[in-house]
């Protein structure tokens, strides 16, 4: 990339606040007052994200008379679930392509059961009336590089003779230039029901909402300290107060869990996005996008891509920062380099944008697992149960995997208890310095294989021998 074409993409960023588009909004509620005291109950929700917030209202949805807490450390969806893309998944496995690998003799239930939760989404937003934006546009997979093109035609190939291309379409280089313009695209899968987008701040502040309304009390700026047994059930301790339950649901993913055992499963990796102004008519008529689909391309170190309800576009993804030893700290939310980055790509792709600007830069965690779905277990003699490690897909998997504690909780065996995803549990990450010289040889591999056109390398190879191929 030439200097004079970096430092003039770069100036697109000069007015870029590095706060996140979706938490700027001018109707974020107000906090619930801290916990001070004592209180009892059933069932203690902690994590106010989505994980957190959909475990209490459902929770509340199956049993009115079930007395219910929830608590967050600082505001509800302030974290991932605020920061997100708000891309809507109904995928249970971080795509079709991971679950049909890990998971092939399930699929076809994975795959119905996500659906399911993607359409139960659907109807909460509309039955709360959740005003977050809610478009159920699919998502196009884009290719960009010629063997990307080879690879969507196989794939395509592959699942439409398993069964698994219901309403999933392959397009030629015109056909998708035909959906969204850019001189970069070659090919494209489009899944026309599978994905929606939204507004992800606004569902986390509507899913508050709804849960007070049902009688869940909650109470933010409630960090849990600590987890203990007490009688027939639970304790967690606050900085004001304490909490005994009869059991509890953890929904803290990249925070450190309350069940130390836990931990090792997961590491967080820090994601980047950019949002632009709003378009013109005459910017929006350049791309064209009429059908606003989400979008994302088919390199290893891959960019998702949105329109927003106001017709800004929405640019993240490439880089995936792992801070050495895991820490998560607010420090690591603003990465400028990163930012310069993404803005040049966001200008190769729409090279007729060029002038537009970005208003909005920032990054957030991302609780990775070895297995970049979700993984579940309880503790404490079944009386606490943990859903964490969605690898940046959890705005729809989070519903299921509320789903999936509550049956753990309350000691049913169901067809999501039952699915070998929901028993067995991913690898660990191995302690420092191992993991981070692993993460970054990995990085490095994938971008080696970007720009070899996709050939994998030995280390890539062993990866995904053991089970731990990254491919996104």
Not at 7 to 29: F, I, M, N
Not at 61 to 76: A, C, F, H, N, Y
Not at 170 to 197: C, I, K
Not at 460 to 465: A, E, I, Y
Request: charged share 25%; hydrophobic share 40%; proline share 6%.
């Amino acid at each position: 990339m030439a200097p004079s074409a970096m430092s003039r993409w770069t100036r697109s960023l000069s007015e870029a606040q590095p706060v996140a588009y979706w938490l700027d909004d001018p109707g974020r509620p107000g906090p619930e007052p801290a916990l001070t005291g004592a209180e009892t109950c059933d069932l203690l929700v902690v994590g106010g994200g989505y994980s957190g917030l959909w475990t209490a209202l459902i929770a509340k949805e199956r049993d009115p008379s079930r007395d219910v807490v929830l608590v967050e450390g600082r505001e509800v969806g302030w974290a991932a679930s605020g920061r997100n893309g708000g891309f809507c998944a109904a995928s249970l496995t971080h795509g079709l392509p991971n679950g049909l690998t890990r998971w092939p003799d399930e699929i076809h239930t994975l795959q119905r059961l996500g659906a399911r939760n993607l359409d139960a989404i659907e109807e909460t937003v509309a039955r709360h009336s959740i005003d977050c934006d809610f478009e159920r546009t699919g998502e196009i997979d884009v290719a960009t590089e010629p063997y990307q093109a080879r690879e969507l035609k196989d794939w395509y190939e592959e699942i439409r003779a398993k069964g698994l291309a219901d309403g999933i379409e392959y397009l030629d280089t015109e056909a998708v230039r035909d959906q969204v313009n850019s001189p970069t695209f070659l090919a494209g899968l489009h899944d026309r029901r599978g994905v929606a987008m939204l507004h992800p701040a606004r569902l986390a502040w509507g899913l508050k909402r709804a849960c007070r309304d049902l009688g869940v009390r909650v109470y933010e700026h409630t960090p849990a300290l600590t987890l203990k047994p007490y009688g027939a059930g639970m304790a967690v301790r606050t900085p004001y107060g304490q909490i005994r339950a009869r059991a509890v649901a953890l929904g803290t993913n990249i925070f450190p869990s309350l069940v130390r055992r836990v931990r090792a499963y997961t590491v967080p990796v820090y994601d980047y996005a950019l949002m632009t102004e709003p378009l013109t008519a005459d910017q929006l008529a350049s791309v064209g996008w009429k059908n606003r689909q989400g979008l994302g391309d088919s390199a290893n170190q891959f960019h998702y891509f949105r329109l927003s309800a106001d017709n800004r576009i929405l640019w993240g993804g490439y880089d995936a920062v792992y801070p050495y030893g895991g820490r998560v700290r607010a420090e690591y939310d603003d990465r400028p380099e990163t930012y310069a980055k993404l803005a040049g790509h966001f200008f190769t792709c729409f090279p007729q944008l060029e002038g537009v600007r970005f208003t909005h830069a920032w990054g957030g965690a991302i609780d990775t697992c070895s297995r970049f779905s979700a993984f579940f277990g309880t503790a404490h003699a079944g009386k606490v149960a943990y859903a964490a490690g969605y690898t940046g897909l959890g705005v729809g998997a989070t519903r299921f995997g509320a789903e999936v504690m509550l049956d753990l909780l309350a000691g049913e065996r169901t067809e999501r208890t039952e699915l070998e995803m929901v028993r067995r549990k991913p690898l660990p990450f191995p302690p420092e310095p191992f993991a981070w010289t692993g993460i970054a040889l990995t990085k490095w591999s994938l971008a080696r294989a970007d720009a070899q056109g996709g050939r994998r390398n030995l280390w890539l190879r062993t990866m995904d021998r053991l089970g731990l191929g990254f491919d996104s």
